[in-house]
């Protein structure tokens, strides 16, 4: 087993070498890691999401692939039918080195301390909550909050993580920073009304 998760660190750094002499598209890096695993997507989605990149709606695309591929794992359905307008976007091969560069080492940690524990969190119901808390999470990447990408982004990682691996402690984890995620949209919310409650 140990081999294989290395080997999934090892499929994601092979995203550099996608795109050839181009730039990758979405969908071209989403098949690839679909081959492994249909939740490895899930992982370099969220780190693109929380890397800066003027001019490049990252966290709305990357949001909204994860919601797409959440519920897509959810009814059974192959993710392979990606919607053109976003699998067909290219990633700037600077802005996927800079994913890559904060993915492959952190995944290589979490491969090491992942373990199959409180599996009930992983499998059957559990799964079925954690995944639609991914789709939740990915509806929060792709709202466009101030600094708002880093919280959902963490959140989809551990949910993501802890699904692959079978571990409920890293789904327990991504359950308190979703929640985390939602209070502070919460507290924008908030503050935003009260805000325009003085001018009226």
Request: one cysteine or more.
């Amino acid at each position: 087993m140990k081999g294989k998760d290395r080997s999934l660190a090892l499929t994601v750094a092979g995203l550099r070498r996608l795109g050839g002499d181009g730039d990758a598209t979405l969908a071209q890096a989403a098949d690839r890691l679909a081959e492994r695993s249909a939740l490895l997507p899930l992982l370099p989605l969220a780190v693109l999401g929380m890397v800066p990149s003027p001019g490049i709606p990252l966290g709305l695309m990357c949001g909204l692939l994860v919601m797409w591929l959440s519920l897509a794992h959810l009814t059974g359905r192959r993710h392979g039918s990606l919607p053109s307008i976003l699998g067909g976007r290219r990633l700037p091969q600077p802005v996927m080195d800079a994913a890559l560069r904060r993915l492959v080492p952190l995944l290589r940690r979490i491969e090491r301390r992942s373990a199959a524990r409180l599996t009930v969190l992983a499998s059957g119901g559990g799964a079925v909550l954690a995944t639609l808390a991914l789709a939740g999470q990915g509806m929060m990447l792709a709202l466009p909050i101030p600094f708002g990408n880093v919280p959902p982004g963490l959140a989809i990682l551990a949910l993501s993580a802890g699904l692959i691996w079978r571990d409920g402690i890293a789904i327990l984890v991504g359950y308190g920073l979703s929640i985390a995620s939602f209070a502070i949209l919460g507290g924008l919310l908030w503050g935003g009304g009260l805000t325009l409650s003085h001018f009226f």
